[in-house]
């Protein structure tokens, strides 16, 4: 997602957009795909858990654009994007000591 939306900072004409849009959809399937499967492995199948993922997913999509037409109103949407970027990375770090436990046990 970080490079996606850091795409979306240099984009000048429409293939630009299109490539930055592509590379998000992308990462978009791989990391559902993932978190359906770490969630699943974490919760040993709880519905419950699932269900609050997909509701906290659900906000996210509907409260995100707007959130972020906000901020871009307020510092540009250049600088929106990158701080886009650095939340996604900053979303990754929690998941790095689960990454190293379940490797730990391969």
């Not at 959809?25 to 978190?35: D, E, P, R, V």
């Not at 199948?45 to 906290?56: E, V």
């Not at 990454?99 to 391969?106: A, G, H």
Request: glycine fraction near 10%; aromatic fraction near 14%; hydrophobic fraction near 50%.
């Amino acid at each position: 997602f970080a490079l996606a939306y850091y795409t979306f900072t240099n984009a000048q004409v429409f293939t630009d957009f299109a490539l930055a849009q592509t590379l998000r959809g992308i990462s978009f399937a791989l990391y559902f795909a993932a978190s359906l499967a770490l969630i699943g492995r974490l919760s040993r199948g709880s519905a419950t858990i699932t269900g609050y993922y997909g509701f906290a997913q659900q906000v996210g999509v509907v409260l995100g654009p707007i959130i972020a037409g906000l901020v871009s109103s307020y510092i540009g949407l250049m600088e929106t994007f990158i701080m886009l970027s650095l939340l996604s990375l900053i979303g990754i770090a929690p998941l790095i000591p689960i990454r190293l436990k379940n490797r730990d046990k391969e």
